[in-house]
């Protein structure tokens, strides 16, 4: 069964209104609620990931997710932690965390693979290229699937070098990330030659772009968050079909729902 990630940001904006202590509560409220609709893991991060958005110092991302790692492992959840910081990485396992979640796949922080060798976490490397101010500036690929492929490939090296066993090891895509909303798609159709090299295979679609793009391209005017939501159910389903080991949704009781029918159609249990 695919295993369903829900995504729980520690965001500044919290930070303005209610003030740090009200931040952690509200997203430990949030993680408690993703688990009631059936999450398998929780991803926590305090750091914006989206290209483009602003870098926050490791002891002010440490200081906004560490409680609410804590608080989340307590209660027994498997924790990810969002981060492409070495030092975020080891001090969120030690509050608790089981998997590593780097959209860097390890190169922004030249420490993180050694840091996540020296604990028993997995680690979720990303296909990334780079900060980039601009979204798509470097997405320029002549074989975007092979690229992607042998690029996650190297850091799959990496990871191994640095001493982190194959079955800790989870490749991620990583939709969006210098990547323009056509050349997801095509990654996508190309999912069967991530997943033949044989790590579990993590996607995250979820409200992207991509999503809206696809949307538009049939006549289909998407009306809100909802309808982004639906989408991304969508395509939890066809992750699921390809063999993916997990998605990481913000709306978990949709794609909790859509792989419950998807397992009826299957037969599965
Ligand atoms: N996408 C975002 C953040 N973290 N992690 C992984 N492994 N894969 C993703 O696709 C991914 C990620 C950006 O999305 P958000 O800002 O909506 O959380």
């Not at 059936?38 to 002010?60: C, H, K, N, Y």
């Amino acid at each position: 069964m695919t295993l369903v990630m829900g995504v729980v940001n520690v965001t500044p904006d919290s930070f303005s209104d209610g003030g740090r202590y009200a931040s952690h509560e509200s997203a430990i409220a949030h993680g408690r609620a993703l688990r009631h609709d059936g999450a398998d893991v929780l991803d926590i991060g305090g750091e914006s990931t989206r290209p483009g958005a602003q870098r926050v110092a490791p002891e002010e991302e440490q200081s906004r997710i560490l409680p609410v790692v804590e608080a989340l492992a307590a209660d027994g959840a498997t924790i990810s932690v969002d981060t492409m910081n070495a030092s975020t990485a080891a001090s969120a396992v030690a509050a608790g965390a089981r998997i590593v979640n780097d959209v860097s796949g390890g190169l922004a922080d030249a420490d993180m693979l050694a840091a996540v060798a020296g604990t028993d976490a997995d680690i979720v490397l990303q296909h990334w290229r780079g900060h980039s101010a601009d979204m798509y500036g470097t997405a320029v690929y002549d074989d975007i699937v092979g690229e992607v492929v042998g690029e996650l490939g190297e850091r799959v090296a990496a990871a191994r070098a640095a001493g982190i066993p194959d079955h800790r090891i989870v490749v991620d895509p990583g939709f969006g990330f210098g990547k323009t909303p056509e050349q997801n798609w095509q990654v996508v159709r190309g999912l069967d030659r991530l997943l033949a090299d044989g790590h579990r295979v993590l996607i995250g679609t979820s409200r992207k772009r991509m999503l809206a793009v696809a949307a538009a391209g049939a006549g289909v005017e998407l009306a809100g968050q909802d309808d982004l939501d639906l989408a991304t159910a969508v395509t939890s389903v066809l992750a699921a079909q390809a063999g993916v080991w997990a998605v990481r949704v913000h709306d978990v009781a949709a794609t909790r729902l859509a792989l419950a029918v998807r397992a009826a159609w299957e037969g599965e249990r």
